[in-house]
Structure formats: structure tokens, C-alpha cells
């Protein structure tokens, strides 16, 4: 298989052929769990009936238009995201990436208007990860993914240890334009911001003359149990960047910007897919049913279900179980590679992935059954119990 198409993912050995709800088979009818959800894409899982309806019905009216007009789907799209949010404006892409690229040129403008040539820098935060292009890589706060062969990087651009309050004392400056953070970082290992340290970073920024933008790429459209994450830490920022779940695995991002971030102009950024009508009318149906307070509730009450399960067992293998939502991540010892539990797990059926060095991370579709949480951690289980 990876004659065929480069495996730049490490991907197993499996081909899946369907889905239904937060089950997956592969080609040869093996059943699955699925406590991954595309990494945290199919928000409403697989095969779920609104969105297909959705979907089959727009595919047979307009599937791509061009930015050089509005579709009707499009409008309705950006009403109901902007209403739910509290943004004022907003920018569609395709991706996580695309969506944090936008938010930084837009950070870079709104600091060229805001103190001239000077004011470029963004402050990211150690253990973050904003994207795989090369400006996005170098906003990672993370060593590893800063590979020598794709060097040079873009400048403009410092990192802050996380939760240190002492570190805020000089964080900021007349230089900065940004800063950008993650109030959960997910590929460093679901790591929860401490919210009075997220909102002491937000209030020194500003005072720098500094905007405030939360990447929600993984935290947002529900994920966390509150549509954004940083709903609920008061940050209440200028910039949000928005994917994976947004249209329930239709590719599509968006930056949202309100106040003194609304800096966009024509031409300024520009995509050739963005916000086409397929994934809009996809979003529609996300937003309808993520944004519902019932629907949310049930996310914490399904994250709290597995959390709790996880730290009942009392597994030696397990040194912590964090998270919020349905964004969950277990500290393995490190005796065990978290890459080995993977493997074993999909061998026994149990789709899961990992975060970091040492964490094992689910994320689940956010209408998970609590039938399949029970099949699900049943697998999790054993699997540990073997080491």
C-alpha cells in the first residue's frame, strides 16, 4: 500500500470500507471502535443520517462555486457560526493549517497597523502544535517536528512556557503582535492550560498592545463540552481558528475575528476551495446538533464515563487521565511505547491514537453510544492488562 500512495503517516496495515456510528469495518468485515474519529473529524461519527441527507441533497444541487461569489448555503453557514461564536467576521479554508495561516498574516497585519514594521512577533506556547506548513511548524512549540531538512524557517515567531507565571513578567513587548495558544494542546499530550495563568498570559498581552488567538482546530465545535474551549476559560479572544469537526469530515477550517482584529481586506488571503458549498451545507448540520446544550452535556457526561472508568482500573500502566470533553489523554509509563498499546489495541479492535511521548489519547465521535464506550474500554482494558 505505501508503494501506492507515500506513507508519510506510519499507517497500519488496515483498509477500512464503512462506518456506522462510532463503529468502522475494515475490507474483510473485521469490527472496530472507533475512540479516534479521524482525529477528532467525525464529530457525528459515521454514517450519520442528517449529514448524508445534507450532503446527497447539496452534492445534487452545487457542489463548488469559486469565491468570486456567495452561495445561499455559504451565507446561512457564516450567520449561524458567527451567531454561535460571538465572532463578528470570518475566513474559510480547508484545514486546520490553512486556518492558522490565516490567523497568522492576520496577527502580522493587525500589527503593522498597530505599531508599524516592528510589531510582527507571535508568541506561542511550549508543547503547542499549530500546523504542518512551514510557517504553522514554526509556531509549534515543539523541537521535534522542526526538522533540519526543511530549514529555514519563518522568524517572528518565540515561544512561552506554559502555566509559569513568572515567564509572563517579560513575555511581551512592543514587538508583539500575537499571542496564540491552545487552552488544551492536544498533540503535546492534552495538556490543560491552567486558566487563571490562560487568562493572566490574555491580559498581559493586550497590555503589550497584543491580540489574543486561540487555536480551537482540536478543542472546538464541542469537543472540550462547551462549543469552544476557551468559552470556558473568560480569554474571550480576538481570533479563533476552527477544523476537524467543523463540517463532520468534510475538509474545511475557519478563522473567526472580532474587534481590533478586523484587519482583512480584499486580497489579503485567499483560497481556491474555501468555504465551498459542500462543506458548508456539511457545517450546517454540525452546528445544528453540536450546539444544542443537551448535545453538549452528554459530551461531558460521556468524557466524565470514560475518564472515570480509566482511573477506576487502577492499572499500574496508568499515571494520569486528563482531558476535558470527550478530549481524553492517558499517561502511559514509559516502559510501555504508547506506538505498542496502538498496535495492540487495533489487533484486538479498538481504534486509538497517541499525543507525545508517553499518552495515549482518545477522541471519540461526540454522539459515542454508551454501548460501544463500554465495547471500547472493554478492549482498552485488557490490552493494558496484557503488558
Given at each position: 500500500m505505501d508503494k501506492k500512495i507515500v506513507n508519510n503517516y506510519g499507517s497500519f496495515e488496515v483498509v477500512m470500507a464503512k462506518g456506522k456510528g462510532s463503529t468502522l469495518w475494515d475490507v474483510n468485515g473485521k469490527k472496530y471502535i472507533d475512540f479516534v474519529s479521524g482525529i477528532g473529524v467525525n464529530c457525528l461519527g459515521h454514517n450519520c443520517k442528517p449529514l448524508v441527507k445534507a450532503l446527497s441533497r447539496q452534492a445534487a444541487r452545487q457542489i463548488h462555486i469559486s469565491n468570486y461569489y456567495f452561495s445561499d448555503v455559504g451565507l446561512d453557514f457564516a450567520d449561524n457560526l458567527l451567531r454561535i461564536t460571538g465572532f463578528e467576521?470570518?475566513?474559510?479554508?480547508?484545514?486546520?493549517?490553512?486556518?492558522?495561516?490565516?490567523?497568522?498574516?492576520?496577527?502580522?497585519?493587525?500589527?503593522?497597523?498597530?505599531?508599524?514594521?516592528?510589531?510582527?512577533?507571535?508568541?506561542?506556547?511550549?508543547?503547542?502544535?499549530?500546523?504542518?506548513?512551514?510557517?504553522?511548524?514554526?509556531?509549534?512549540?515543539?523541537?521535534?517536528?522542526?526538522?533540519?531538512?526543511?530549514?529555514?524557517?519563518?522568524?517572528?515567531?518565540?515561544?512561552?512556557?506554559?502555566?509559569?507565571?513568572?515567564?509572563?513578567?517579560?513575555?511581551?513587548?512592543?514587538?508583539?503582535?500575537?499571542?496564540?495558544?491552545?487552552?488544551?494542546?492536544?498533540?503535546?499530550?492534552?495538556?490543560?492550560?491552567?486558566?487563571?495563568?490562560?487568562?493572566?498570559?490574555?491580559?498581559?498581552?493586550?497590555?503589550?498592545?497584543?491580540?489574543?488567538?486561540?487555536?480551537?482546530?482540536?478543542?472546538?465545535?464541542?469537543?472540550?463540552?462547551?462549543?469552544?474551549?476557551?468559552?470556558?476559560?473568560?480569554?474571550?479572544?480576538?481570533?479563533?481558528?476552527?477544523?476537524?469537526?467543523?463540517?463532520?469530515?468534510?475538509?474545511?477550517?475557519?478563522?473567526?475575528?472580532?474587534?481590533?482584529?478586523?484587519?482583512?481586506?480584499?486580497?489579503?488571503?485567499?483560497?481556491t476551495f474555501a468555504g465551498n458549498p459542500l462543506a458548508c451545507a456539511a457545517g450546517l448540520v454540525v452546528l445544528d446538533l453540536v450546539s444544542d446544550p443537551a448535545f453538549l452535556d452528554r459530551v461531558n457526561y460521556a468524557g466524565d464515563t470514560i475518564r472515570g472508568a480509566v482511573s477506576s482500573w487502577n492499572n499500574p500502566l496508568v499515571k494520569n487521565v486528563r482531558g476535558k470533553g470527550l478530549m481524553i489523554g492517558i499517561q502511559i509509563d514509559t516502559k510501555v511505547n504508547p506506538l505498542d498499546i496502538k498496535k495492540k489495541c487495533l489487533e484486538n479492535g479498538l481504534c486509538v491514537t497517541s499525543a507525545g511521548s508517553d499518552v495515549v489519547r482518545f477522541l471519540p465521535p461526540l454522539n459515542i453510544s454508551d454501548k460501544e464506550i463500554a465495547e471500547g474500554l472493554e478492549i482498552f482494558k485488557k490490552v493494558l492488562e496484557a503488558f
Open positions: 467576521r470570518g475566513y474559510f479554508g480547508n484545514s486546520g493549517a490553512e486556518a492558522n495561516e490565516a490567523a497568522i498574516k492576520l496577527a502580522r497585519k493587525y500589527g503593522q497597523v498597530n505599531g508599524g514594521a516592528k510589531r510582527k512577533t507571535i508568541v506561542t506556547l511550549e508543547g503547542s502544535f499549530h500546523g504542518r506548513t512551514l510557517a504553522t511548524l514554526t509556531a509549534t512549540g515543539q523541537d521535534k517536528f522542526h526538522l533540519e531538512c526543511f530549514a529555514p524557517y519563518p522568524d517572528g515567531f518565540k515561544t512561552l512556557k506554559p502555566n509559569d507565571f513568572d515567564a509572563l513578567k517579560d513575555a511581551f513587548d512592543d514587538t508583539t503582535a500575537a499571542l496564540f495558544l491552545e487552552c488544551i494542546q492536544g498533540e503535546g499530550g492534552v495538556n490543560l492550560l491552567n486558566p487563571e495563568w490562560a487568562k493572566a498570559a490574555a491580559d498581559a498581552a493586550r497590555a503589550a498592545g497584543a491580540i489574543v488567538m486561540v487555536d480551537e482546530v482540536q478543542t472546538g465545535v464541542g469537543r472540550t463540552g462547551s462549543f469552544l474551549a476557551s468559552e470556558a476559560y473568560g480569554i474571550e479572544p480576538e481570533v479563533v481558528t476552527l477544523a476537524k469537526g467543523i463540517a463532520g469530515g468534510v475538509p474545511m477550517g475557519a478563522c473567526l475575528f472580532r474587534g481590533k482584529a478586523n484587519v482583512f481586506e480584499a486580497g489579503d488571503h485567499q483560497s
